[in-house]
């Protein structure tokens, strides 16, 4: 006998979508889901809504929203046929906004489009929102997986996510802190992360990515998904002493480092001190590229930067991996590189 709900799939399945593939993806994914749960979270994973109760303690909590997405990117995985990666890179362009208003990442959740759902591809996409949840402390609360045959090729897919944060109303970090005098201090980037690879996959077009570079120590195709680096577990310990954060992200220094300071100031920069990874050089190299636009496009080696009165500095280059790039100084227009 066949019933109702096996018709309706088997004529759904005919359409390009296979609904028992969508019971399996969630069926492989709940263990790592289960490895991101924290105590605030309500109800189970396959409920319309996911549930989250705000910490204890908490006296003016302000909530902090971010979301993205992973970008081209993805078309590295799929090249690779590695997915277990970009997850994590999601989850680290969403908390690592929300870091910088000085909020605790709480909760996150994934938006996968599939143009096939294979049910171990989608769960081992998921294993890597789950680890950057876990590498963040929030709770992967929910999710949707959709499948869109026609819209995107079988073996392709998009992924974007967003997270919510909390901070106190009289701790949010202002640029408006920030004097002339302050150190800026570099966290140190695992590579490329997630932004411009619109350039650098032009820049390798013609390359192999299962080829092995020596500049780099692997193959190519393996250091570009590198997963973007999440500053949770790094900041956290020192927000009380930090007065403004950027994060590096699409447009470089030039665009985010100015996001970090009030009008009327400038983070005066000495590039001899930023310390940048072999990547960067292969990609000016090969795509012949001016050294000064790299500055407009890649984190270059500065995944985030920290703004700090000097009294502090030295507090907080003591339990992180930061170093000194440079302080603020009362000029106009955000940066100057030096």
């Known amino acids: 006998m066949t019933s109702e709900r096996d018709s309706v799939s088997n004529s759904y399945r005919d359409s390009g979508v296979d609904v028992q593939a969508g019971y399996d993806a969630v069926r492989l994914m709940r263990e790592h889901v289960a490895r991101t749960m924290r105590s605030e979270v309500l109800g189970g994973l396959g409920g319309f809504g996911g549930m989250f109760e705000l910490p204890e303690g908490m006296r003016r909590p302000v909530l902090v929203s971010g979301t993205d997405g992973v970008g081209t990117k993805l078309k590295i995985a799929f090249t690779m046929?590695?997915?277990?990666?970009?997850?994590?890179d999601c989850v680290a362009m969403c908390v690592n906004d929300v870091l910088c208003c000085g909020a605790e990442p709480l909760f996150f959740l994934d938006y996968v489009a599939v143009g096939k759902n294979i049910p171990e591809r989608v769960a081992e996409i998921v294993s890597g929102v789950a680890e950057g949840c876990v590498q963040s402390e929030c709770a992967l609360i929910g999710g949707e997986t959709a499948e869109m045959p026609g819209f995107y090729p079988e073996n392709e897919y998009d992924i974007a996510g967003f997270c919510v944060g909390a901070?106190?109303?009289?701790?949010?970090?202002?640029p408006l802190n920030v004097r002339?005098?302050?150190?800026?201090?570099?966290l140190p980037s695992t590579g490329v992360h997630s932004n411009g690879f619109s350039l650098v996959r032009k820049v390798f077009a013609?390359?192999?990515?299962n080829g092995y570079v020596s500049e780099l120590g692997k193959k190519l195709?393996?250091?570009l998904l590198t997963?973007?680096?999440?500053?949770?577990?790094?900041?956290k310990p020192v927000m009380k002493l930090v007065k403004s954060i950027a994060h590096i992200t699409g447009g470089g220094f030039w665009e985010n480092i100015p996001r970090a300071l009030p009008e009327g100031l400038s983070a005066k920069i000495e590039l001899s001190a930023v310390r940048t990874p072999a990547i960067f050089d292969v990609i000016e190299k090969t795509g012949n590229i001016p050294h000064d636009?790299?500055?407009h496009v890649f984190n270059m080696g500065v995944g985030m930067v920290l703004v700090a009165d000097g009294k502090n500095a030295d507090e907080i280059l003591s339990v992180t991996d930061g170093y000194v790039i440079g302080e603020i100084v009362k000029v106009e227009g955000g940066l100057i590189l030096c």
């Not at 002339?180 to 570099?186: P, R, S, Y």
């Not at 997963?227 to 900041?235: E, F, H, L």
Request: glycine content about 8%; overall charge negative.
């Open 293 to 295: 636009e790299m500055y």
């Open 227 to 235: 997963p973007t680096r999440i500053y949770v577990k790094t900041v």
């Open 206 to 209: 013609d390359c192999d990515m």
């Open 180 to 186: 002339a005098g302050d150190t800026v201090i570099a």
């Open 221 to 223: 195709g393996d250091e």
């Open 167 to 174: 901070v106190e109303r009289d701790e949010i970090l202002d």
């Open 81 to 88: 046929n590695r997915h277990d990666t970009v997850g994590i």
